[in-house]
T-cell receptor
Framework: EAGVAQSPRYKIIEKRQSVAFWCNPI?????LYWYQQILGQGPKLLIQ????????DSQLPKDRFSAERLKGVDSTLKIQPAKLEDSAVYLC??????????????FGQGTRLTVV | SQQGEEDPQALSIQEGENATMNCSYK?????LQWYRQNSGRGLVHLIL?????REKHSGRLRVTLDTSKKSSSLLITASRAADTASYFC????????????FGTGTQLKVEL
């Protein structure tokens, strides 16, 4: 079974530039998550999709971050404009439709973003 | 916001020794999960323990859950150098939606 795919693995940009990350979840997984992990901290949920609808985006800085999940499969997360404090690893995860009450989330390898 | 706090933040042991990590959380949970993260990599699921369970085993891993104290522990027995990683607890809250809320993590180093 193929895992969660993310690209790119690494990205370096200057502040005020824009950047986009891509995620392809495990086939058939209805729920997709984007997490931000700052160095030395645990992952923090940015946004959660159920199929192609947003379930939770309460911690997404909507003035600069946006995400979409077209057709309920792939997803992109965009930052525009980037700030120095956005330097982090961005993790995508997916889970089956029945939720996390009985199963785990499956994580991709992450994209390490450095804003200089 | 972080749901869980883990203790210790860092742990260094010799190969063959046991490693114990603790996690405390704040609100009622449906289940608690432990994940491992190798440096620069994604998170790998280790074990899930439900709120009505007190102990669970998987290979060299033993997890306990005390809902009255809102705490959990992860024990790795007979540690190996390959166990060197960061370990995170994550909770699925009761009525809190279908998402994981992570703790701060414990960095484990197993030395030869």
């Amino acid at each position: 079974e193929a895992g969660v795919a993310q690209s790119p693995r690494y990205k370096i940009i200057e502040k005020r530039q824009s950047v986009a990350f891509w995620c392809n979840p495990i086939s058939g997984h209805a729920t997709l998550y984007w997490y931000q992990q700052i160095l030395g901290q645990g992952p923090k949920l940015l946004i959660q999709f159920q199929n192609n609808g947003v379930v939770d985006d309460s911690q997404l800085p909507k003035d600069r971050f946006s995400a979409e999940r077209l057709k309920g499969v792939d997803s992109t997360l965009k930052i525009q404009p980037a700030k120095l404090e956005d330097s982090a690893v961005y993790l995508c995860a997916s889970s089956p439709g029945q939720g996390l009450r009985d199963t785990e989330a499956f994580f991709g390898q992450g994209t390490r973003l450095t804003v200089v | 916001s972080q749901q869980g706090e883990e203790d210790p933040q860092a742990l260094s042991i010799q190969e063959g020794e046991n490693a114990t990590m603790n996690c405390s959380y704040k609100t009622s949970i449906n289940n608690l999960q432990w994940y491992r993260q190798n440096s620069g990599r994604g998170l790998v699921h280790l074990i899930l323990i439900r709120s009505n369970e007190r102990e669970k085993h998987s290979g060299r891993l033993r997890v306990t859950l005390d809902t009255s104290k809102k705490s959990s522990s992860l024990l790795i027995t007979a540690s190996r150098a390959a166990d060197t990683a960061s370990y995170f607890c994550a909770t699925v809250l009761t009525g809190g939606g279908n998402k994981l809320t992570f703790g701060t993590g414990t960095q484990l180093k197993v030395e030869l």
